[in-house]
C-alpha cells in the first residue's frame, strides 16, 4: 500500500488503537489474574467472546459491515481452532510471566513453517530458515532465565502455540473458501466459541471458587473494560490489515511486543538480567529479519511484474497507443 495509505488519519487512528487495544487487553488480564487474583482464564475468555458475538452484532445492525451467510461445517473448524488458541493463549498468560507469554507467541512462525513444510510440502528459503536461528535461540535465553517459568507453564505455552497455528492455518482456508472477510467470519464464530468457552470452563476453572468469587465494583470495572478491548482487537485488526499491507501490520506487531515486553518488566517486576535482555533482543533481531527474508522472497516477483509492464509501455508508446500526461 501507498504512503498516502498509511498516512491517513482513519490507518493512523486504527494503528494508534490497536496498539492500546492489544498491549491493554494483555495488561488487563495480567493483573485480572495476579492483583485481582481472577484466575479464571476460560470464563473471562467466555466473557470477551460473548461481548464480541454482541459487539458484532451491533456493528452488523449499524452498517459497518455486511452480513453473509456461512457454511456451519466450515466455521466449525476455524471456530474449534480459536477456542484452543484462546482458550490456552490465557492460560499460558495466567501461568507464566508476560515476557514468556509474548515469546512463546513468537515461536508460531518456526511451528507455522513446520506444519506447511508436513502438510502442504511448503519449504521454507535458506534465508528464512537462517533467520530462525536467532528467534530460537533468543527465546530459549529468555525462557531460561524467566524464573517464573514452571513445566506447567510450559505445556500450556506448547498447547497454546499448536492451537494457535491451527487456528491461523483453518482461518486462512476456510475464510478462503467462504468468501469471508474478518468481521463477517467473526459474526460466525464468536457465539460458537463462546459456547465452547463455558463447556470448557469445568475443565479448567474452579466452579465452586468462581461461585464463591466476590465482584467488587472496581474488579467488575477491569472485566468490563477487557471484554471492550477484547473486541477492539478484532476490529482494529481487521481495519489496519485492509489498509494497510501484512509488512506494515509485522512491524506494528513488533512494536506491540517490544512494549508489552516493557511493561512486563516495570509493572510486573519481571526479573531483568543480561541473558534475559540479550535473549529478548535476539528473538525480536530475528523476527525482523525473518520479516525481511519475506520481503525479499517477494521482490523477484515483483521486479519481473514491472519489467513486463515497462516492455509493454515501451511497445504502446511505439505504437503510438499510450498517451503522455
Known amino acids: 500500500m501507498s504512503g498516502k495509505a498509511i498516512g491517513s488519519p482513519v490507518v493512523l487512528l486504527g494503528i494508534v488503537f490497536n496498539v492500546m487495544s492489544v498491549v491493554g487487553v494483555v495488561m488487563l488480564n495480567k493483573y485480572i489474574s495476579s492483583f485481582d487474583k481472577f484466575n479464571f482464564m476460560i470464563a ?18 449499524r452498517g459497518v459491515f455486511t452480513y453473509k451467510e456461512a457454511k456451519f461445517t466450515k466455521v466449525l473448524p476455524v471456530a474449534l481452532g480459536s477456542l484452543g488458541s484462546v482458550a490456552f493463549m490465557n492460560l499460558n498468560l495466567a501461568s507464566n510471566s508476560v515476557g ?4 512463546s507467541k513468537l515461536s508460531c512462525i518456526p511451528v507455522t513453517l513446520f506444519l506447511e513444510r508436513i502438510v502442504y510440502q511448503k519449504v521454507a528459503s535458506k534465508t528464512v530458515k537462517l533467520s530462525l536461528i536467532p528467534i530460537l535461540f533468543g527465546v530459549g535465553l529468555a525462557t531460561v532465565t524467566d524464573v517464573e517459568v514452571n513445566s ?3 505445556i500450556l505455552a506448547a498447547m497454546a502455540v499448536l492451537c494457535t497455528v491451527l487456528a491461523q492455518i483453518f482461518t486462512s482456508r476456510f475464510q478462503q473458501d467462504l468468501g469471508c472477510d474478518a468481521l463477517q467470519l467473526l459474526y460466525h464464530t464468536a457465539p460458537l466459541i463462546t459456547i465452547g468457552m463455558l463447556l470448557l470452563m469445568p475443565l479448567f476453572d474452579d466452579l465452586a471458587e468462581l461461585q464463591a468469587y466476590v465482584y ?56 531483568v538480567i543480561p ?4 535473549g529478548v533482543v535476539l528473538a525480536m533481531v530475528g523476527v525482523i529479519m525473518y520479516t525481511e527474508a519475506k520481503r525479499k522472497s517477494q521482490a523477484p516477483t515483483n521486479s519481473k511484474n514491472k519489467e513486463n509492464f515497462d516492455a509493454k509501455s515501451l511497445e504502446m508508446r511505439e505504437e503510438g497507443l499510450l498517451v503522455k500526461n
Do not use: W
Open 100 to 103: 514468556f507469554y509474548q515469546l
Open 275 to 278: 541473558k534475559n535482555l540479550i
Open 152 to 154: 506447567k507453564g510450559t
Open 216 to 271: 467488587t465494583t472496581p474488579v467488575i470495572f477491569r472485566i468490563g473494560l477487557s471484554c471492550v478491548f477484547a473486541l477492539a482487537v478484532n476490529i482494529t485488526n481487521y481495519l489496519v490489515l485492509g489498509k494497510t499491507d501484512p509488512l506494515t501490520y509485522q512491524v506494528l506487531g513488533h512494536f506491540k511486543t517490544i512494549t508489552i515486553l516493557f511493561l512486563g518488566f516495570t509493572l510486573f517486576h519481571s526479573p
Open 44 to 61: 473471562l475468555s467466555a466473557m470477551h467472546f460473548g461481548f464480541t458475538s454482541v459487539g458484532t452484532r451491533i456493528l452488523e445492525n
